[in-house]
């Protein structure tokens, strides 16, 4: 690993830092609060790839273990590993290694829906696949509880995807971080 990697790796832990500092927006009507910090995982896959991005997450993550108030509300500490919502603070792990995988694999053709597509299977499928049945087991609910539960985020978070694709477009264009031979050894 570059000091480059780590730089990369260091400065999007920083971004899943800066996102939580963003308030939430209460969707109306649902009262749902969304957060921007869920957002990280598909920039740190999307414009780092697979291996930096599971990576800053994974440092990010240590980060709010040792107790620094790092997430959306000022949430820190390894207690927030044992909440309902646990899931998908690991699920943000899977997520990005995912994402960045799969940005990996299309790189030479990369669009805005391709990355969007991207976003939205790995920053919301996958992240709902690890949080969703994470949440029952915790709260002792059903599954489908705990799906409905979860459905009135949804909104925002393919909001979420649809800027993080602009984002991974736009920075591929100007300053591609994948290198070359990532994203065609592959």
């Known amino acids: 690993m570059t000091t480059r990697d780590i730089v990369f790796i260091a400065l999007f832990a920083a971004i899943m830092a800066a996102l939580a500092v ?66 998908y603070l690991i699920g943000w792990i899977v997520a990005a290694v ?16 391709t990355a969007c597509a991207i976003c939205v299977a790995g920053g919301i499928g996958l992240l709902y696949a690890v949080g969703v049945p994470w949440s029952a087991a915790v709260a002792n609910v059903p599954l489908s509880a705990a799906l409905i539960g979860s459905a009135p985020f949804l909104p925002g978070d393919v909001v979420k995807a649809l800027i993080a694709a602009a984002v991974i477009v736009t920075v591929r264009r100007s300053y591609p971080l994948i290198p070359r031979s990532a994203a065609t050894s592959r």
């Open 22 to 87: 963003f308030p939430p927006v209460m969707l109306p009507l649902l009262g749902v609060p969304i957060t921007a910090q869920s957002m990280g995982p598909m920039l740190a896959g999307g414009v780092l790839g697979a291996r930096r991005g599971g990576l800053a997450m994974v440092l990010f993550l240590a980060l709010v273990a040792i107790g620094l108030p790092l997430l959306s509300g000022g949430r820190g500490g390894f207690g927030v590993f044992f909440g309902p919502t646990a899931g």
């Open 98 to 113: 995912a994402i960045g995988w799969m940005t990996e694999r299309v790189w030479h053709r990369l669009n805005y829906l």
